[in-house]
């Protein structure tokens, strides 16, 4: 379970996080973040999860696929454990004032802060010139998403850290200028033993969505036999498993499977070495196989329902939204008024 941090602020503690709906979820959105999002469901008073659409469009997507992702991004949400009767559950576009703030916010970051940032250089690739400028300007509204709704806390993946530690130098740089206490600093909450979930194939690359490679990564809609095979494909190096954490040193691929049982498992790395110490991974896959296919088939297999009924997942979208509002509305405008807008 995820520790409560508590913030120093005198902000009501509230959680924000959002996913790209731009391909399918991956076993590493699902231990990164989903199955940390429910377990903070249970821990604070107020989870808002959010289908990031605005932020997928900074690359191209296809329209028809776009909405089938973003619907499908629900199902993963509810079949994981997310309840709307928790949580707020909605997509960023029904949501106007996430790009209202943001264009506040772009204005008030700097060019050479977006510059620095490693998914920038990633993405845009040698071609920066022809990145769309959404792509570019992609942090800002990050930090609206997360800004308008005054979260205190973030959950997400260690590849968000840098963009969370913009949102912070964002809402600081705002609080100063217009010299008001208005914005919180938001805490990231990077924990557990899968922030990070590696390529099945690489060691040394993040598990992603948009890897050429399908046997790189654990789709949360495969099933048992796919999941099984991928595992067995693995990379591996030809030693057997440690039984101390520090035998997993400059091992990235055995480390990465012993993570992936770890968060699957609901326990600490050491606890897994403890238990499979001195197996090879002939013996560990099977094992690792076997607790995922039980872990990831279930969630799976609800995907498959709620999708069949399309209408339900977008009246709970619609509700979302109007709950989202009520909360983003009274902050933009105060926020105009902050900045000087006559009328706010
Ligand atoms: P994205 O799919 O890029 O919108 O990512 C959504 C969330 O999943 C973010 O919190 C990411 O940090 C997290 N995430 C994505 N890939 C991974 C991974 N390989 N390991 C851990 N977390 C991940
Ligand atoms: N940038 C995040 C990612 O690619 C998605 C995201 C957008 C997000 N807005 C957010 C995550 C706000 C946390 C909070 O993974």
Redesign the pocket.
């Known amino acids: 379970m995820t520790e409560v941090v508590q913030t120093p602020s005198a902000f009501t503690p509230r959680v924000f996080?959002?996913?790209?709906p731009?391909g399918g979820l991956?076993l590493?959105?699902y231990?990164?973040?989903i199955k940390r999002f429910v377990d903070m469901q249970g821990q604070y008073d107020q989870t808002i999860y959010c289908m990031?659409d605005l932020h997928a469009i900074t690359v191209w997507q296809d329209p028809e696929k776009l909405r089938h992702a973003t619907r499908e991004l629900c199902a993963g949400f509810i079949a994981s454990g997310i309840d709307p009767k928790q949580s707020i559950l909605f997509n960023q576009s029904r949501v106007p004032e996430h790009a209202q703030l943001a264009w506040i916010f772009n204005c008030v970051a700097r060019m050479g802060w977006m510059q620095r940032m490693t998914q920038w250089k990633d993405k845009a690739g040698k071609n920066q010139q022809n990145a769309s400028l959404g792509l570019f300007a992609y942090p800002a509204l990050m930090a609206a998403d997360i800004l308008i709704y005054h979260a205190t806390h973030v959950p997400?993946?260690?590849?968000?850290k840098q963009h969370l530690e913009l949102t912070r130098d964002i809402a600081i740089k705002f609080n100063n200028d217009f010299k008001v206490d208005f914005f919180p600093i938001t805490e990231p909450v990077i924990e557990g033993a899968?922030?990070?979930?590696?390529s099945l194939r690489d060691g040394s690359k993040?598990?992603?969505?948009s890897d050429p490679s399908d046997a790189s990564r654990i789709n949360m809609t495969d099933d048992a036999d796919k999941i099984a095979t991928k595992i067995r494909k693995a990379k591996t190096d030809p030693d057997g498993l440690p039984s101390e954490v520090d035998g997993l040193e400059g091992r990235p691929e055995a480390r990465n499977l012993v993570n992936i049982y770890a968060a699957l498992a609901d326990t600490s790395v050491e606890a897994v070495l403890a238990e499979v110490g001195g197996l090879q991974f002939s013996e560990f896959k099977p094992k690792l196989s076997e607790l995922a296919v039980a872990k990831l088939a279930p969630i799976s297999g609800e995907m498959a329902r709620l999708m069949q009924d399309t209408g339900e997942i977008d009246k709970i979208l619609d509700l979302g939204a109007e709950q989202a509002r009520e909360i983003a509305t009274p902050v933009l405008k105060r926020t105009y008024e902050i900045v000087g807008m006559v009328g706010a």
């Open positions: 996080s959002g996913i790209q731009s991956t590493g959105n231990l990164g973040a990031v997400v993946g260690e590849d968000q899968a922030t990070r979930v590696m993040k598990m992603s969505k």
